[in-house]
């Protein structure tokens, strides 16, 4: 008899019906705010490529325009060389950002350029100082004409002319200049740059026991007023170099006596 009723009785109902309406509505709502993210997510990217537009516009320094967005508390600084991403048919796309131009590696920074230029200016004020104390010390042999001093920019060269400096035809010193060779070397002991010793002379051919040209008249006395440079060690041999150039670089015409006599010469050269 019992289990007759038991029989009879209605099934269990399950869940109330309100549960499936809620059911939906969540998984509403779930979607609704999911694709509100994914705008928000867009709208920043948006915001940041305006942002960037009115920063270049507007003329501002990098980093200093910030952008806030109302769906993200998030503080979104635009930084011009990160890769922007931007959707296309449902797939993002990277688009690379071309970052700004950058100046050449070989061209110097402007803090780079004032220090060359003062670093020239003091190399200038030292030529200068240099060549007034060689000045100084040659005066006798410079109102005499036999010594001439000439400054140009970096570059100081000292003439000796051969008038009692060498013998003619020969490469031998004479006493005089080798005195002052000995005062020029004093000065130039302290200083930097190179020394070039060149020998000239005037276009009368020469052929001696000793020296067979002009060639070999001027750089054998290049060598004898090297060697008494390099007397003491005062001025080490790596600074000098040594050269003739017989009759090629003429100062004065060679047609006349006075200007064949002024041909005929050693130049010592300091280049800073």
Not at 58 to 75: F, K, N, Q, R, Y
Request: hydrophobic share 40%; glycine share 6%; aromatic share 4%.
């Amino acid at each position: 008899m019992w289990e007759d009723e038991e029989d009879d009785a209605p099934a269990s109902a399950g869940a109330p019906a309100w549960m499936v309406t809620f059911a939906d509505l969540m998984s509403l709502l779930l979607c609704f705010f999911v694709l509100l993210l994914s705008f928000s997510t867009m709208d920043v990217i948006k915001f940041k490529a305006i942002a960037s537009s009115l920063q270049a516009t507007l003329g501002a320094e990098a980093g200093s325009l910030v952008v806030l967005d109302t769906m993200a508390p998030a503080i979104v600084q635009p930084e011009p060389e990160v890769p922007v991403l931007t959707p296309d048919q449902g797939e993002q796309t990277e688009q690379a950002v071309e970052p700004p131009p950058q100046p050449a590696a070989d061209m110097p920074s402007q803090d780079l350029m004032t220090a060359a230029q003062v670093l020239a200016a003091q190399e200038q004020a030292d030529t200068e100082q240099l060549a007034r104390d060689l000045a100084g010390a040659l005066t006798e042999e410079i109102v005499a004409n036999r010594i001439e001093l000439v400054a140009e920019g970096r570059t100081i060269t000292l003439r000796i002319r051969e008038n009692g400096s060498f013998p003619s035809g020969d490469a031998e010193l004479q006493t005089p200049v080798r005195a002052v060779l000995q005062r020029v070397r004093d000065r130039l002991a302290g200083t930097e740059g190179r020394i070039e010793v060149a020998g000239h002379t005037d276009n009368q051919p020469i052929e001696t026991d000793r020296f067979r040209s002009n060639w070999e008249l001027s750089s054998a006395r290049a060598v004898s007023v090297a060697h008494e440079l390099m007397l003491g060690g005062l001025i080490p041999p790596q600074r000098i170099s040594v050269s003739g150039y017989a009759d090629t670089q003429p100062v004065a015409s060679n047609d006349r006596d006075s200007g064949r006599a002024q041909n005929r010469r050693v130049e010592i050269v300091i280049r800073r």
